[in-house]
C-alpha cells in the first residue's frame, strides 16, 4: 500500500526551528522528485521546495530560502525539511508530495503554528 506520511509539526516560538519528515511506504522514495507545499487558512496551497530524484538538485520558494533546507534519505525512504528562524507567517498545514512521470503521491499534511 502507497503512503506518505508527514510528521514533526507543532507549535513554535518565532525565531524557532523545527523538522518535518516525510515517510514513504509502497514505492521507492529515491526514484521520485519530493516536495514540501503549505497551505494557510485563507489562502491557496503553494510550493515550498523540492529535491529532484536525479541530481538531487533543490529548490526554494524565496519566502523561505536561506532559512528552509530540502534532503533526502534514500536508504530510510524518508524526506525532510529542516525549518529555521520561523516566522508566524510560515504558519500553514505542510504537505509532502512524491512525484515520477507517471504517479503522484501526497500525504495529509502535519500542523505548523508559529506563534509567541
Known amino acids: 500500500q502507497v503512503q506518505v506520511v508527514e510528521s514533526g509539526g507543532g507549535l513554535v516560538q518565532p525565531g524557532g526551528s523545527l523538522r518535518l519528515s516525510c515517510a514513504a511506504s509502497g514505492f521507492t522514495l529515491e526514484y521520485y522528485t519530493m516536495g514540501w507545499f503549505r497551505q494557510a487558512p485563507g489562502k491557496e496551497r503553494e510550493g515550498v521546495s523540492c529535491i529532484s530524484s536525479g541530481d538531487g538538485s533543490t529548490n526554494y520558494a524565496d519566502s523561505v530560502k536561506g532559512r528552509f533546507t530540502i534532503s533526502r534519505n534514500n536508504a530510510k525512504n524518508t524526506t525532510y525539511l529542516q525549518m529555521n528562524s520561523l516566522k508566524p507567517e510560515d504558519t500553514a498545514v505542510y504537505y509532502c508530495?512524491?512525484?515520477?512521470?507517471?504517479?503522484?503521491?501526497w500525504g495529509q499534511g502535519t500542523q505548523v503554528t508559529v506563534s509567541s
Open positions: 508530495s512524491a512525484v515520477d512521470w507517471l504517479n503522484s503521491y
